[in-house]
């Protein structure tokens, strides 16, 4: 079985101010995680990946998340938020069983 | 081809009709994955394929669902006697192949679906 938990549903911040996405996960195996992102109209993209190597994973547009066993955790982090990152953001756990759990999303609002 | 293809972006049914929705994956990805996404809401699992099989269909949300896939490529997402809460976007997916660590989604535009 596996789960994931977006802590938090909303998370607002200012231009150019530091961005965390919190997201815990569970489960039976060692998981791949993963954070997509969906501008609004637009499809999902992958922003990261972390497949059992490298603890800490970089993605694009500069985001960065650290997968962290002893704390379940995988966040979503960024140093300088643009307006362009207003966007929903997903934490996703997969197995080895085929099937990709997505969390409930976290809306990003970035104020000028 | 180049990315998923998902047919029709929009559909506007009346309750009790059926309606097929077409999920074309990128070429040569083994494995292929349906979603709803309701209003504000997160993607709920619905069934996934590898190849014409479908190992996990408990997603389904009821048996009024069906899908199925052809040729390794091509997926139908048959919805019969559509009631309103089927309202939503579905999402279709492909990946290179089954297996933690491969699983990198791809996912098409979506099909918007509106039950009056």
């Known amino acids: 079985a596996q789960s994931v938990t977006q802590l938090d549903s909303h998370v607002s911040v200012s231009e150019g101010t530091p961005v965390l996405l919190r997201c815990n996960y569970s489960?039976?195996?060692?998981?791949?995680l993963f954070w997509y992102v969906q501008h609004p109209n637009k499809g999902l993209q992958l922003l990261l990946k972390?497949?059992?190597?490298?603890?800490l994973v970089k993605g694009i547009n500069g985001f960065e998340a650290e997968f962290k066993k002893s704390e379940t955790s995988f966040h979503l982090t960024k140093p300088s938020a643009h307006m362009s990152d207003a966007a929903e953001y997903f934490c996703?756990?997969?197995?080895?069983?085929?099937?990709?759990?997505f969390g409930d999303g976290t809306t990003l609002t970035v104020k000028p | 081809g180049a990315g998923v293809s998902q047919s029709p972006s929009n559909k506007v049914t009346e309750k009790g009709k059926d309606v097929e929705l077409r999920c074309d994956p990128i070429?040569?990805?083994?494995?292929l994955y349906w979603y709803r996404q309701s209003l504000g809401q997160g993607l709920e699992f619905l069934i996934y394929?590898?190849?014409?099989?479908?190992?996990?269909k408990s997603g389904l949300p009821s048996d009024r669902f069906s899908a199925e896939r052809t040729g390794g490529s091509v997926s139908t997402l048959t919805i019969q006697r559509t009631q309103q809460e089927d309202s939503a976007v579905y999402l279709c997916?492909?990946?290179?192949?089954?297996?933690?660590?491969?699983?990198?989604?791809?996912f098409g535009a979506g099909s918007r679906l509106t039950v009056l």
């Open positions: 997916a492909s990946s290179l192949y089954v297996g933690s660590g491969a699983n990198v989604l791809t």
């Open positions: 489960s039976s195996y060692s998981p791949s």
């Open positions: 972390y497949t059992s190597a490298a603890t």
């Open positions: 996703v756990v997969s197995s080895n069983a085929g099937k990709s759990t």
């Open positions: 070429s040569g990805h083994t494995a």
């Open positions: 394929f590898q190849g014409n099989s479908a190992p996990d």
